[in-house]
């Protein structure tokens, strides 16, 4: 069965997964335009950990399309917050602009700027019913003010190490070297060859 469903309606985020695992010769479908009519499929991202968010998220979609399905669970921890927000970080508010301005209030007046973003990523390849599990991780601080037009998510406030302007300010071909996201498609792809969902 040619290609895997990115089991997510996150647009952005399945344009950069699709960019990233192309390379590996992995065709990703977005979800949604799959889904058509019978809608997309209802998944409680309850879990404590990225990992089983991305599981449940994949599961649900592979039952739902019959096709392999590929998920992703993501967030942004800040030291200073206790690593928080973590797997909450697409629900403390509810937009991109509004998760910065949230962001922002929490870190006013902090020294201590460190964070990362941390991405999990989960394949269920569902004509053999097996797993493939990868994590990627990308550390920086994070920005006293937000600043650049591309990105999404937190993006305008993140300053990956060794850089001094944000992801949103270097743009996608910075991020697609050194993001959470593209350490775990790294991670996956060099666990796919001979897996059927792989052209």
């Known amino acids: 069965m040619p290609g895997i469903v990115f089991a997510s309606g996150n647009r952005d985020k399945y344009l ?31 879990r ?5 968010n991305a599981i449940v998220k994949a599961l649900a979609w592979a039952m739902a399309l019959g096709r392999s399905a590929l998920a992703d669970d993501s967030g942004l921890e800040v030291r200073a917050l206790g690593w928080g927000p973590g797997v909450m970080s697409a629900r403390v508010a509810p937009d991109d602009r509004a ?4 962001l922002l209030e929490r870190m006013r007046g902090a020294v201590e700027r460190e964070a990362r973003f941390v991405a999990a990523l989960a394949l269920y390849d569902i004509d053999r019913g097996r797993w493939f599990l990868a994590e990627g991780f990308c550390y920086g601080r994070i920005a ?5 037009r591309y990105g999404f998510g937190y993006d ?16 996608p071909e910075v991020k697609s070297r050194l993001s959470h996201r593209s ?12 897996c059927c969902v792989v052209k």
């Open 16 to 46: 950069e997964m699709r960019s990233l695992l192309a390379p590996m010769g992995v065709e990703l479908l977005f979800g949604p335009d799959l889904a058509g009519s019978a809608g997309l499929p209802a998944v409680e991202e309850d």
């Open 48 to 52: 404590d950990t990225y990992a089983g």
């Open 99 to 102: 998760r910065v301005e949230w």
């Open 144 to 148: 006293p003010a937000s600043s650049g």
């Open 156 to 171: 305008p406030l993140f300053i990956p190490r060794g850089y001094d302007e944000t992801l949103a300010v270097l743009g």
């Open 183 to 194: 350490v775990a498609a790294g991670a996956l792809g060099r666990m796919l060859p001979g």
